[in-house]
């Protein structure tokens, strides 16, 4: 095998496994998740969960689901964005991009035009990871496995292969990656039974929203109390006195021996980070996530080192925009728990490359999952990390929020704050036809009945905005 820094092998063709992409389609489906106040934060206080919806059509009876997350306007130019890139996809042989899937994920994010209105960031990195996200799901699909198991099983070189290593080699280089998965490899089986056995830990958002009711806060600590969740996330940020009081509120119901962790979603300057967050300190929350700009690498080292004496880390992650900001957050002690989200940088490919930056330099992952079908995708991440990389759970937790998972075919399944290993093959996303149908922005029948209700306004323009 020759491991390779992103560039196409010659020897990789899998003879017979042809599998030829006859189509991609891109769809916008919006759920109305701001009438009820669910996903706010103190940035973003009216979110429609979203997603652009790919679904690759094959030659063969198989499909790829992927999606990236959206919070309603807008979602219609990431679809634009993954049809700009669609020729990029249509008429390859999936089996060919399989075996050599860094290659492939180089061409995808270097396209010599596409790339001025990036590179690896914003509106185009999300269309590629909705790309990237559903050719995993057709991978597992093809080998009859879920993702994790996937990845679990795959030939180290071939897991190897899958990366673009440009950029981040200063930190990490095939070979080591290589090394690590190798020198993990005892244990495995073991591993791998024992997740099968109990699931990995979740913590829970939903209790926190910015914009619930404290009686619905109160609520719904005691719910997932009940259901046997030990650490919970709350929204801070717009109003001191008002995080004092709610933070109150939820130690009060879930006691002191649970975990608390709190997130600004970027509101604050760093100073105005560090102030803020010594006045909560008497809550003991274990991290304070996103307190500033996510591209402020030196901005979150020096929250970092403030806020350590307090016994307080700093998470951030789910708007790091690509391989490259994680490496300088990693490198610079600005972040104590890093949060790889499965849509915000280009999918599985890259998200495996952070994995092993996070390895080699002692950081904890903890995956965002606050969106449509985030904790769908993340699990199955986090569960390959287990298996093969990392090995320990020490620190480590994943994001679960309760919403939208009746509108997918496989959704995750937690029981007793442990997600349960996903056993149908895929990654986990694909969306219930009659959901997406309903669910289609502008035209899909749950929105034109909202629209003559006038609970939402009809869109106007060309984008469809509302
Ligand atoms: C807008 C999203 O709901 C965001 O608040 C999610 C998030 O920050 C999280 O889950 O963490
Ligand atoms: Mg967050």
Redesign the pocket.
């Given at each position: 095998m020759s491991v390779h820094n992103g560039r196409t092998v010659t020897n990789s063709k899998a003879p017979g496994t042809g599998l030829v992409i006859r189509n991609l389609q891109a769809r916008d489906i919006r759920f109305p998740t701001s009438l009820g106040a669910h996903?706010?934060?103190a940035?973003?206080t009216d979110?429609d969960?979203s997603c652009a919806y790919v679904v690759i059509y094959t030659e063969r009876d198989v499909e790829g689901h992927g999606l990236t997350f959206t919070?309603g306007r807008g979602t219609e130019i990431v679809v634009q964005a993954i049809n700009s890139m669609s020729s990029m996809v249509i008429g390859k042989d999936a089996a060919e991009i399989f075996q050599n899937f860094g290659a492939f994920w180089r061409q995808l994010t270097s396209e010599s035009q596409l790339r001025w209105i990036g590179p690896e960031k914003g509106v185009v990195h999300l269309a590629t990871a909705a790309i990237v996200n559903a050719l995993w799901d057709l991978w597992g699909k093809v080998e009859n496995k879920p993702v994790w198991k996937l990845l679990v099983d795959m030939e180290p070189e071939t897991l190897v292969r899958a990366i673009d290593f440009r950029y981040i080699t200063d930190v990490v280089t095939p070979e080591e990656a290589l090394a690590m998965l190798k020198k993990a490899a005892s244990g495995k089986e073991e591993r791998e039974a024992e997740l099968r056995r109990i699931g990995y830990p979740a913590y829970t958002?939903q209790v926190g929203?910015l914009g619930y009711t404290s009686d619905r806060v109160k609520e719904l600590c005691a719910k997932y109390l009940a259901e046997g969740f030990t650490a919970f996330?709350v929204?801070v940020g717009q109003n001191l006195e008002d995080d004092k009081r709610r933070c109150a509120m939820v130690r009060e119901v879930i006691g002191w021996d649970k975990v608390l962790m709190v997130?600004a979603?970027q509101i604050w300057d760093v100073q105005q980070s560090i102030d803020w967050m010594k006045e909560l300190a008497e809550f003991k929350p274990l991290w304070i996530?996103?307190p500033t700009s996510p591209d402020d690498v030196l901005g979150h080292a020096k929250i970092s080192q403030a806020l350590k004496p307090l016994g307080i880390g700093v998470a951030t992650g789910?708007m790091c925009c690509n391989r490259v900001l994680f490496k300088q957050f990693l490198q610079s002690g600005g972040m104590q728990f890093c949060?790889i989200d499965s849509c915000r940088i280009g999918g599985v490919n890259e998200i495996l490359s952070v994995y092993f930056m996070a390895k080699k330099l002692g950081v904890p992952v903890c995956p965002?999952?606050?969106?449509v079908g985030l904790c769908e995708m993340v699990q199955h991440l986090q569960m390959f990390d287990y298996v093969c990389l990392s090995g320990t759970k020490e620190n480590r937790v994943v994001?679960f929020?309760d919403q939208q998972h009746e509108h997918f075919e496989n959704p995750t399944v937690v029981k007793r704050a442990h997600y349960q290993v996903p056993i149908v093959p895929g990654y986990s996303t694909k969306l219930k036809p009659a959901s997406a149908e309903a669910y289609e922005y502008p035209n899909g029948s749950k929105w034109q009945e909202m629209f003559s209700k006038g609970i939402f306004p009809r869109p106007a323009g060309k984008f469809g905005g509302n």
């Open positions: 996903g706010s934060d940035m973003h979110p969960y919070l958002t929203w996330k929204k997130d979603n996530e996103e789910e949060q965002h999952a606050g969106g994001e929020v």
